[in-house]
């Protein structure tokens, strides 16, 4: 069965306390996977596309890394505004999309 | 500036009524979808459409309904079926099927 896991469920950070968001996933076939940023009581905003094993995407302070069973999504230096639920998607053989639960991020300042 | 609008953002339900939520697009995107999030699970998908006057079932449709007779439109229908309804509806839109989805800013149900 097609799966996909986010931890941890939440993570607090102190400004500029650098850590990793991990999606782990089993997929017959994996298209691509996507990570979205989502605020309170808002839409997803997308923020990266992976295609393959070993693939890279920055934006800011986020990076985002895929292995053939998981994907990081890095924060350097987070700020207070980084704070969000970071959701990740992974489209499989037949483009259907499976989503994680999400992971929240609170950035102390 | 191009976008995916949903209304309204906030939307009370008696029992045994049905609703309707709109989305509108200025995308030009082929492909629609709709989505029910719930706190602590991932997105479900309710009801996709690849293109005008056509849609299929996603992974929990009982209790809802759709229509895409534009290609900017996609309202989706909670009925008086759908036994807990309360969560935040998101619609969404993407290239063709196999390509990114964007996410309009979502409604807010609620039963009463």
């Known amino acids: 069965e097609d799966q996909v896991t986010q931890s941890p469920e939440a993570l607090r950070l102190q400004e500029g306390e650098s850590s990793s968001l991990n999606c782990s996933y089993t997929v017959s076939g994996l298209r691509g996977l996507f990570w979205y940023r989502q605020d309170p009581g808002k839409g997803p905003e997308f923020l990266f596309t992976l295609y393959s094993a070993g693939e890279e995407k920055e934006k800011e302070r986020l990076k985002a890394t895929l292995t053939k069973k998981e994907s990081f999504l890095h924060i350097t230096a987070p700020k207070p505004e980084d704070s969000a639920t970071y959701l990740c998607a992974v489209q499989s053989s037949n483009y259907q999309l499976i989503w994680g639960a999400g992971t929240k991020l609170i950035i102390k300042p | 500036d191009g976008g995916i609008t949903q209304s309204p953002k906030y939307l009370f339900r008696k029992e045994g009524q049905n609703v309707t939520l709109s989305c509108e697009q200025n995308?030009?995107?082929?492909?629609m979808y709709w989505y029910r999030q719930d706190p602590g699970q991932g997105l479900r998908l309710i009801y996709y459409s690849q293109i005008v006057n056509d849609f299929q079932k996603g992974d929990i449709a009982e209790g809802y309904s759709v229509s895409r007779e534009k290609k900017e439109s996609f309202p989706l229908t909670v009925t008086s079926a759908q036994k807990n309804p309360t969560a935040f509806y998101l619609c969404a839109s993407s290239a063709g099927f196999q390509g990114i989805p964007f996410f309009g800013p979502g409604t807010r149900l609620t039963v009463l």
């Open positions: 995308l030009n995107h082929d492909a």
